[in-house]
């Protein structure tokens, strides 16, 4: 009886909790958003009252208080410092696919150039202490064996680096494969997949990022940056229990690591934090927005600290133009629009053929095999073309800049009026020479190729962004564009669309411009984003000038996409994989009540419910067994069925469990009471009763079965619940 | 019998739909986002159907889709003009103080003189057209009676202006005085205002701003800009039935038109977008973000086609820095950071004093006097410091502003070495010339009497914006410092905190950034912005550079400032006019449950219901004539008191009234039946029924009695509802 009544005791201690700590959600399942807020505010307010107590505990609670901004100065530093570090390694490893530097081997073809005095500005990619492969091993450095020879070896190279990174991915850390960003929105909305950003992952992905990159597939490093981000995030999470301890509060830290994340792939802060509240979020709250904007912000400051590109810049193609844009090429601009529009689908659309026929056939049991073939394929048919040869992001740099008079790459190769002085910002349009014609050819070959081979990259079992791809893709065509429109202003100045703005030895068209907008188009087909797309554009280029270029291509380009299909490459790869996740922008258009889908129907069995005080130990687990619903609602008896509140399955299992090991007289027939009183034990030959009303949340959340599914759907949305109750009359 | 069956006939019909028409809403009662939102579902699904029955009703849809960004692009376009016109017109009115242009009345100062043709750099504030008031009149531009009539013109004309402006007012829009960001907050918030966002107040807001501000009282034009936009918002809303018949439509308009108002003051659409999403939205779904965004840009390149400035900027104080900051430099940033959190707190405690002081005593009667008094005193100090006489937009542009080597002003009275060059931009740190300590002198009682004079301008009953003012205060605080610590630097380059960033000869500290973070800091302290305060500065200069510093102070204020009150300005004219807002950002830290709130307590006559088939006509008139609730739960009878329904005060009373009069038989004693099935009317002398289920809302929002509190007020707050009903067991 003593004992009987200790545990009395300590059930009532129970009663003032409303939500006592068994907090762990299963692997798989979903967060209850409602009660994680409501267990921070418990948290809070339990320190508040401790602060006045004591000077260390007012300290403490400054502590408590700072963490979050040392968790995203935390986040915010490693961030930028993994960035730094991939961006390094990435520009050593392609370099090294076709050679080596003399003086040290760690350096780059750039670097190795860089330390070379002789160097002027023209000899700069030929300083004596870079060597290709064929140079080094045979002393020839022209010729047919030794283009073989560098041929050969950069195939090799890339098989190299693509197997050690299938294999590391294999071997170690399986979530490391991917984007990442279908399963961080999935993660971010509520759900749970144990491992996904873990220490393990953070570090596998960094190094078989960096492997994946450089084997020159196509593929890009931005989207798995996020995910580095997140992992960071996590990471940093795990030091503080305010933090661990709350699966909300975790998703606020990590909405701001993947604003970090975006920040450092593309130098946008600003762009970064949009992205995570457009793209990403899924429950952003005003203090997330202000914190995400600081971590964001340390990390592009510690990424330019490190100076990965040597140009003080954050990323490798930040341009600025000079010359304005005129109304007429609004045309060409939204013709890229569509054309971004059609790749996002043809991207989607294939992509996802493809990796649905992945899962279901042979083909993926083989995932090594797969990279190994994908991989050869793009070396073998990459190295012939200079465009395809060299790293995408250094692609789309050069297709973005404008041709300065100080420009040698092929694409500025204009016939020059000699006549003219050269200033260096302020060129008129020439006629384009050779040099230019021949990189078309190339350049549309490479489109062809980067589009194709895109659709199988994406999926396979290693790190891989789409964002450069995309970009690629739409900067090639938008050069192209550009160069034609530049071409048909400079060889017909009289008709009547270039008369007014293309004056002869005038500068009218940029296109670089062309190339920046085609880029956007394509990743906003892709990605369906639109202010971030937008923002993240605008920081790269710094000016306001160019928003309207850039924000016609993008909403032409999302209108066209959306005619094919309303969703974007993450929500399709969420629907393959078949996350749990609730869309905040599909509107839900069916005209349905409530009580239209609700469980069970007629002709179903009846629901599964627990009664407040008649239902016994052995009942319960009766029904644990048989039905697999996540909790059971609480009614006063079978008759009226009112409900009383709402008992969670694991904390059920838990109670029982404890109970029948730790509590005497808990048998099979013991009767369960959710009530408040006392139960009455009418005669002592009866088992002990088991007293539960501690499990039981009191307050579930309801709706009348008239009400409409969209509201329900909202409220599911907006309140984050994990179960909705429906009742008629109570 | 016929005309009852007819009757019957009808509200069957009624039946299907779940929400009948009865939208508006009473004045300053608070819209149900919930019902808002359902309705426009319905709408947008009815639209759908029909669509596909004709091309007509396809056209037709096609046409409501692209109406919000029709509504989008007129706001932007309509914001951007009157902003401009604001401008010239303010640019006209001030100078018109203190003199005329005789070449062409409608000039003013600058565009007389650059119509004048012999005008070189230096004289260019000295053109012979430009004549002020005194030699106008009396011949002679020098001497103690020209100045003393100059004097006694300016303050004239302030006074003219500022009666015109408040008699305005105070006849025709009341509602147009103020800044109008509290009053919009609550709006979007779902409060409702008549009148508050009319045709009549925009006229009159426009013409009184133009007038308030060019009487150099020290306000600004930017918060009355926000109100500006949303009353065009809501003029192009009644345009479309999709916006003006729906409430919650209609602020999702607000909201983008208030980012357009702020991006138009400040030059800064990403920062207008950001604005509206954190300090004035409520309600803003990821749709509306795209269009805020779109009207955004819109209104600002509308602007800058205007080109009001003539520098192709649209705003005055656009700035570019060469010189990078240092490390140590944060030490006087952070201060000014302090110091703009101390103002706002004696900003916000004098003002909100002040108004208080004006509302219970006789002050409040006589408010034309009022702005005659504050504006003769304003001119009459204002006039005799160069600082203070011209507008405050200019002084602070002087601030921000770095001494360019051409630069003439006061302030940039550095003592040349004259054994240097003078390249344009990069000069190193000079000692001040004697031009800069008078100038320290005025700005220092500039800076008094501009705090001084602001407390008492805020809340008058004229439009009166605290942007401008704030940053001027902060401004003149930032250039002080910053020459403080310029001087400091040059003269003892030998003390350990400048030795490692400052040789003699660099240039090393500029005045005007510290002004800028000045401004940045005290606008933060007033109004405690964070990410849209730092994103606007951060559009202002330009460069991702500056950012560290202007979030330093702008941190550091909102830190200072929130340790001696949670509230913003803003906030605390809403708790001043006992608006009903409910702030996203406050905690509810309380730890009670819904039970303690509800309502009747024990002491209380029973709670108000209705039964669903045993109220009599009479009774529910009794009920609403006794109560003044705004809506009633409807229960099976008042034993059981289980829940059915909910059903509003207004529609209740409507459905009353219109059944009296319109169908037979109603009578005082008729039951009014809530139920679904026909009543059995048991005898014919029985009076006629009144069936109303149709007004009947079958799903309204509950929760139990054991709820916290706090996730109350989050279900609140999230979906936006008018009411909650709280029930036990149904």
Redesign the interface.
Known sequence: IDDYIEMNGNLMDFLDE?FPDVSTYEDFHTIDW?RE??RD??R??KI?TKSKESYWELIKSLLDAWSGWVVMLLIGMLTGTLAGVIDLAVDWMTDLKEGVCLSAFYYSHEQCCWTSNETTFDDRDKCPQWQKWAELMTGHSEGAGAYVLNYFLYVLWALLFSFLAVSLVRVFAPYACGSGIPEIKTILSGFIIRGYLGKWTLLIKTVTLVLAVSSGLSLGKEGPLVHVACCCGNLFCSLFSKYSKNEGKRREVLSAAAAAGVSVAFGA??GG?LFS??EVSYYF???T??RS??AA?VA??TLRAINPFGNSRLVLFYVEYHTPWYMAELVPFILLGVFGGLWGTLFIRGNIAWCRRRKTTLLGKYPVLEVIVITGITAVLAFPNPYTRRSTSELISELFNDCGALESSQLCDYVNNPNMSRPVDDIPDRPAGPGVYSALWQLALALIFKIVITIFTFGMKIPSGLFIPSMAVGAIAGRIVGIAVEQMAYHHHDWIIFKNWCRPGADCVTPGLYAMVGAAACLGGVTRM??SL??IM?ELT?G?EY??PL?AAAVTSKWVADAFGKEGIYESHIQLNGYPYLD??D???H?TL?TDVMRPRRSEPPLAVLTQDSTTVEDVETLIKDTDYNGFPVV?SRESE????FVQRRELTVAIKTARQKQDGVVSSSVVYFTEDNPQVAEACDPQPLKLRRILN???????D???M??VV??FR??GLRQCLV?R??
């Open positions: 409303p409602l807020k409501s505010t418990d809070h307010r508040t802060p600003i934090v509240l457009e709250p005003l203090k927005l202000w904007f600081f912000l592009a400051f639109t202010v937008v923002v605008f710094g306001l928003i309207v924000m905040v922008r509107e839900f258009t005209r409530a006063v009112r409900l009383i509140g009191l307050s579930p959340f309801t709706v009348t008239h009400t409409p969209e509201t909202d409220i907006k309140l009742t009359s109570g």
